[in-house]
């Protein structure tokens, strides 16, 4: 004789207030997530800002103990005015608030020479087609984070690169993010990419000589086929002094002419990015 069997299941009402209370659960364990998943982004964010920044200026320490500047300032000589200038080659529309008629595309990285005394690229008398600097665009300087080249942040919004005033300086570029939890990150591109050369001209004896001192640096604005020149900023271009402000970093050039006659000299010198501190030279080039 057989011994029927019953086995008894949920209810509908069972399921219903299982199934809310795991709604529930799960309602908490994704809320108690979120700081988590807020600071990871954040982490992430600030390690594309690390890029960014040695993307814009690399300041590396070899083991000779010598500073070796690289990134889109030392080879361009500018500032990115756009991301886009960091990922491509682009076209002239990229520099329409430098120059609308430079293209960073026929700006290719080689060896430029300086211009002479009678270039457009010269305002002054100084000779200075005996300088070669190797210069040029050389990217991508940063990979894109999505296939529109916008270089994003780890929410997925796109980093901005503007100009923004701070008290008691002047206005600086920075790269700023502004996320759902953080509006404090940026990276300051210009107090990196821009510094002060200052110095004193001797003679061989160590006395102050005299001496017409310009700058040679790239600039695309001003030539893609040569390299520019930057005039002594002092008030005096004929005395023992120079100065040069709003230098871009990297691998430089000064050129040194005496007041009266023909006799010049080339020091090369590479400007790295020191916070602020002016580069100050004593050079006896005569």
Known sequence: MSRSHYVKGLTLIEMVVVLAILAVLA??????????????????????????????????????????????????????????????????????????????????????????????????????SGVTLRCGWRGPYVTATDPTKAITDAWGRP?????????????????????????????????????????????????????????????????TDTLAVMVDDDGNNNDSRFRFENVPVGVRALVFKEPVGTVQAIRYIEVSPMQNANLTLTITEF
């Not at 886009?84 to 329409?96: H, K, P, Q, W, Y």
């Not at 008691?168 to 510094?195: E, I, P, R």
Request: aromatic share 6%.
């Open 27 to 128: 309602g908490v364990a994704v809320r108690s997530l979120e700081p988590i998943a807020d600071q990871t982004r954040y982490e992430v964010t600030q390690k594309t800002f690390e890029t960014l920044r040695n993307a814009v200026v690399e300041d590396r320490l070899q083991s000779s103990g010598v500073h070796q500047v690289s990134g889109f300032v030392a080879d361009v000589g500018l500032l990115p005015k756009t991301a886009a200038m960091l990922i491509d080659d682009v076209g002239s529309s990229e520099f329409t608030s430098v120059s609308p008629a430079i293209s960073l595309a026929s700006f290719a990285f080689s060896d430029r020479v300086g211009p002479a005394a009678t270039s457009p690229a010269n305002p002054t008398s100084v000779d200075c």
């Open 159 to 223: 980093f901005g690169l503007g100009e923004f005033p701070i008290p008691g300086s002047d206005v600086h570029l920075l790269w700023t993010a502004v996320t759902q939890q953080y509006n404090d990150l940026s990276v300051n591109v210009q107090t990196m990419g821009l510094q002060t050369v200052s110095g004193l001209s001797l003679d061989n004896l160590g006395a102050a000589k005299n001496a017409e001192v310009v700058l040679v640096y790239p600039n695309p604005t001003i030539s």
